[in-house]
Nanobody, 122 residues
């Protein structure tokens, strides 16, 4: 019903930058929340950054000042600009969105992408 496809991951040296993209497709009538999570080996999935309808942004303390989340509403796309990357940023990054696909009353269900690997290493 709703597919989230991430792209932009890869291998980068410490101090480098990457830009992740996530496109939501399918029967999407409205999205009120989009976010990036990450999961490192042996660790729980954690929220990296989120953007709520209306522009409210939230960041994990570990990425504040280095990562920027943004959204293109017309394209149902969310981005994560990652600068000054550190080895501890290495993880699989997942896109998450709350989307309404129809029906009344409106109900927003949570959808996940498959993830994209980010590796920060020299």
């Amino acid at each position: 019903q709703v597919q989230l496809v991430e792209s932009g991951g890869g291998l980068v040296q410490p101090g480098g930058s990457l830009r992740l993209s996530c496109v939501a497709s399918g029967r999407v009538l409205s999205i009120n929340f989009m976010a990036w999570y990450r999961q490192a080996p042996g660790k729980e999935r954690e929220l990296v950054a989120s953007i709520i309808d209306g522009g409210v942004l939230n960041y994990a303390d570990s990425v504040k000042g280095r990562f920027t989340i943004s959204r293109d509403n017309a394209e149902n796309t969310v981005y994560l600009q990652m600068n000054s990357l550190k080895p501890e940023d290495t993880a699989v990054y997942f896109c998450n969105a709350d989307a309404w696909i129809g029906g009344w009353p409106r109900r927003f269900d949570s959808y996940w992408g498959q993830g994209t690997q980010v590796t920060v290493s020299s």
